[in-house]
Structures are given as structure tokens and as C-alpha cells.
């Protein structure tokens, strides 16, 4: 009777760890799914870094491009979004200089602390898009509003905040060196053509580099 109540006993063990093993093996493969799905999501795209000013009258023009094309697109595109331009700072950003003054610092502050304030690159696309587009700044808060986002950002620009979103800013910048505003990279690496063609049609540009990385599906018909 002893002997028979040890297999039971075995055999309730053996159920229990066969039942963990398969649970476990369950959630690692399950796992393994989220992250190959992630992964193949960020193989279909095209990392985008748009280096823009506040007040440049043609990072505004491009605005009217960006907003649809990356509505349209947004599943094959990453976008990274920097308001800096052609300015510099001085003692660690004590001072900021723009070109187009000190409105535009200010500017480009705010957006960094809007930007900032999301991981939706919707979102911040459609702030950036509404915000350049307005006469003025009097806009921000209808422009986060219609965006989705948090509009209160005043400590973000009085604070160590948004001094350190725009050094972050001028270190992108620095790593590309514009020659002109905006500029568009492509995949971290600019070039000078796809910048020539992005801002005549970026539309356009946007399906030659998809095709060219073969990342539009056969069944796919966005750039027809």
C-alpha cells in the first residue's frame, strides 16, 4: 500500500511538472512571437530624421508634406522629429542662438517639450504639423489638443528640461551638419539627392526608398 501511494504520488508529480513545463514553454513561445512580430514590424520601415526650425519659412512649406504623406505612411515609417536647425548653444546651453532669433528659440524649445511629452509619433507629427502651420504660437493649446497631447508645458520650458531636449537636439543635429532647413535623412545616412527629391515630393521619395528596400508587400498598392 506504501509502495502504491509513492507512484501516485510520482505520477501527481510528474502530471504537475509536465503541466509547468508546457504552461512556461507556452509563455516563451509565446514570447518569442511578440518579439519576432516586433521585429519584422521594424524591418518594414524607414527611419526618418527631419531636422527642422521653428520660425525657417521653408521647414513650414514642408509641413504641407509631411502631414499627409506621413498620415498615409505612417505604418512604414519611423520618424524621428528635431527642432534645431542651424542653431547653437553656448555654456552647455545657458544660451541658445537661432537664426531666426530669439522667437524662434523659443520655439523650437517648445516643441522639443511637446514632442517630448508622447511616444506616439502620430501624435507629435500632428502637433509639430499644426503648431508650424499657425500664425503664431496663441495655437498650442488647440494644436495639442487636436493632437491628443498635454498641453501644460510651461516647466518643461522653464526647467532643466528643456534645456537638456534641446542639447539632445543639437547633438542629432551636429551629427548631419545641415547645409539647409530642413534637411530629411533617411535611414541615418543623408543624401544629397533623396533631400533634393523629399523636398519637391516627398511622397514620392518616400515609395523610392520603400521599393529600393523592397518593403512594400507584392499585394500592396500605396505607391501605384
Known sequence: MHKLGGIIVLI???IFLSWKCYRYNSLYLELCREIKEQVEIN????????????????SRQFMHQLGPVYEEFQDYIDILLVPFGKSHSERNGAIFHCQHGPPECLGNRLQSCVINSTGNQAAQVKFVVCQMLAPDYSRVDQCAREAGLLSDVDHCLSSETGTKLQLQAELVTKQYRP???PTIVYNGVFDQQLQDHSLRDFRGTVCHVLRQQNLLPNSSAICQ
Open 12 to 14: 501527481i508529480l510528474i
Open 43 to 58: 524591418n518594414k520601415q524607414i527611419h526618418i530624421t527631419l531636422l527642422y526650425e521653428s520660425l525657417c519659412p521653408d
Open 179 to 181: 547645409s539647409f532647413v
